[in-house]
């Protein structure tokens, strides 16, 4: 299409994590320019609101370069943000954050979420369960400034201007897909996941940053630290893999209902059928 590859993956954006993120590779970044893969350090993490901005100057850039932006990832998050836009949310203040980290040591998730439940019941519904990040963060904003996330949000304006983009997501056949992430988790470890892994937590991080939550650190991490096997340490991240690609799925079917699909699987049937869909913009 002779565009410019705009990264919307949120682990993919750390540095250092190109094996365990399945980052695009040297062939793959030879092929076109691309843009937020593996630039940011895994010891700042980065907001999906930092991401938009970044993100946003990039895809302006390119237009005024005259070619097309092509925004990729797996982050459904970043691209409700692109194209539905991001809630104007003060700075929360640091001792509201600090206060949140300590109640919700001490309260567990349970009541944490009934508590949220109370202030912002859609986000208590809707935020996974074992997402303390982002049930700390709604409660944090309603602590902050008296006015749910959720409200805060239905107040968001576009980031991209209406008709300025399309867009197409990917749901291959589920059992083939599985298959595929298995594959891959065996060859993301055969081409120096372990060393990835074993640099980064040799840094002594905060647990809490989103690069150690990348998936597969957690169980590539526990084999480093002799507590488990190897093959049994593949297992749980292929399983965490798949869990992760089925919570990509729904959120596509209630955030993405009315984007075009591309079903088939094979790369070249994936790409008559784009074509179909969406004959290449133009500047």
């Known amino acids: 299409m002779g565009g410019e590859i705009v990264n919307a993956d949120s682990m993919q954006l750390y540095a250092g994590l190109t094996a365990i993120t399945a980052g695009p590779g ?10 937020l893969f593996g630039t940011v350090d895994p010891a700042d993490g980065w907001s ?19 070619r097309d932006a092509v925004v990729v990832g797996g982050t459904g998050l970043y691209f409700s943000a ?26 567990g998730e349970e009541a944490f979420r009934a508590r949220l ?8 519904a809707r935020i996974a ?30 980031s991209l201007p209406a008709g300025s983009w399309s867009a197409v997501a990917l749901e291959p056949p589920r059992d083939a897909l ?50 488990i096997a190897l093959p049994a340490a593949i297992a749980a991240a292929q399983q965490e893999t798949r869990r992760y690609a089925k919570r990509q799925m729904t959120w596509m079917r209630g955030q993405m209902g009315d984007w075009a699909r591309i079903t ?13 869909l969406h004959p290449p913009l133009t500047g």
């Open 129 to 158: 369960p074992g997402d303390r990040q982002r049930l700390s963060r709604a409660w944090e904003v309603y602590a902050a400034t008296g006015v749910s996330l959720t409200d805060h949000q239905a107040s968001a304006s576009g």
């Open 178 to 227: 599985y298959a595929r992430c298995d594959v891959r988790l065996e060859a993301m470890v055969a081409g120096g996941a372990l060393d990835e892994v074993r640099a980064l937590i040799a840094r002594d991080l905060d647990p809490s940053l989103p690069a150690m939550k990348a998936v597969g650190v957690r169980e590539l991490a526990a084999y480093l630290r002799g507590e």
């Open 26 to 35: 040297a062939e793959e970044l030879a092929a076109a320019p691309h843009h």
């Open 117 to 124: 439940a109370e202030a912002d019941p859609a986000a208590a």
């Open 264 to 276: 088939a699987l094979d790369h070249r049937d994936q790409w008559r059928q784009f074509l179909a």
């Open 48 to 66: 999906v609101g930092r991401w938009l901005r970044a993100a946003s100057e990039l895809i302006a850039e390119i237009r005024a370069r005259g």
């Open 82 to 107: 692109l194209t539905r836009g991001l809630a104007d949310v003060p700075e929360i203040p640091a001792q509201i954050r600090e206060m949140a980290a300590v109640e919700f040591a001490a309260m």
